[in-house]
């Protein structure tokens, strides 16, 4: 009897469910109002990356009079062989080297503060470091161009008045660009603050009770409470500022002109891969340069994700 009766549910797995025509009505309208999106994702989106990957095989260019013809491997080759895409990746990572830390660290301390159940006018802080992140970020830019001014700079004003003779050169200076340039990106950290504090208010007030209970001191319950419990928070923001940092592009475009001074020291991959679509006008070459940052990128990632099961911890897994 049971053979049976497994027999027939296997034949009405198999069978073709016909829709009512109240369900096929819905299911028309539904692709009706997910057509905005469907159009626009493959007209903006996956048209685009199509023909940018046709690209890569061409040596198409705006200024070019000739038919584009298709040139195999041959822009491939060229990006091997080009010193200038190794040397603005280099800059990337070592611009990544200090500012992630600092993207990552900061937000949280901060979050950490706003959370402090004794701390007088969390609403108005938390609203104050909130704030800049809606100001458009070129506006921001320039506001912090001219707090970074060698000359007339608030903060070398605030630094000579504590005594310092020769504050920094911060923008046009090697030693001091990168420092610089992460002063300027404290502007818009307040969302990265929001996101750590929603986690931080997530994490369940009992295991604090039973580890202060326990003996547990405020440094204890933030490495084995605290920071694993929020760790997919964590990763999250990892991930972007990542992928953030690899298409960081308009702070040197906007600070320094798209010039990479000083000393090529500002020329990140995402601006030279700028530089080659809309200065130099190499549709192909550009094109080729922005895969080998999606492939770099999507690596990175890959590796993040894999690391990913020995510190992020997820409520309810097993291992």
């Known amino acids: 009897m049971n053979m049976l009766a497994q027999f027939s549910r296997a034949r009405n797995v198999g069978r073709i469910t016909k829709l ?31 023909a940018s990957l046709v690209l ?12 584009a013809r298709f040139v195999g491997l041959a822009n491939y080759r060229t990006l091997l062989a080009d010193s200038q895409v190794g040397a603005s990746l280099l800059v990337t990572i070592k611009f990544g080297a200090i500012a992630l830390p ?46 970074l001014s060698s000359d007339f700079g608030w903060i070398n004003y605030w630094l000579r008045g504590l005594g310092v003779q020769n504050p920094p050169v911060w923008l046009y200076d090697t030693t001091w660009v990168y420092p610089g340039y992460v002063l300027l ?23 604090y009770d039973s580890a202060k209970i326990d003996g547990a001191g405020a440094w204890a319950r933030l490495r084995h409470i605290t920071l694993p419990m929020i760790s997919p928070v964590l990763f999250y923001l990892l991930i972007l500022e990542v992928v953030g940092l690899f298409q960081y592009f308009l702070v040197p475009l906007v600070v320094n002109n798209g010039t990479g001074e000083p000393g090529g020291a500002t020329m990140f991959y995402n601006l030279y891969l ?46």
Do not use: C
Not at 56 to 67: A, H, K, S
Not at 103 to 124: E, F, R
Not at 127 to 139: D, S
């Open 20 to 50: 009512s025509p109240l369900a096929r009505r819905e299911a028309g309208w539904g692709l009706v109002f997910l057509s905005p999106w469907i159009i626009g994702f493959l007209a903006f989106t996956l048209i685009p990356i199509v």
């Open 102 to 147: 600092v993207a990552l660290i900061l937000p949280l301390a901060l979050a950490l503060l706003m959370n402090n159940t004794y701390l007088v006018g969390k609403s108005l802080f938390r609203t104050l470091f909130y704030f800049p992140f809606i100001i458009p970020f070129v506006a921001a830019i320039f506001i912090w161009k001219g707090m």
């Open 274 to 319: 700028y530089k080659t679509f809309f200065t130099y006008q190499n549709m192909a070459y550009g094109s080729t340069m922005a895969w080998l940052m999606f492939v770099i990128i999507l690596l990175v990632t890959l590796v993040l994700f894999r690391t990913a099961k020995h510190w992020v911890y997820y409520a309810g897994e097993t291992r």
């Open 185 to 207: 990106g404290l502007w818009g950290i307040g969302n990265a603050m929001v996101i750590n504090l929603a986690a931080l208010q997530g994490v369940p007030t009992e295991l």
């Open 56 to 67: 890569t095989f061409t040596n198409y260019t705006l200024t070019q009079d000739e038919p």
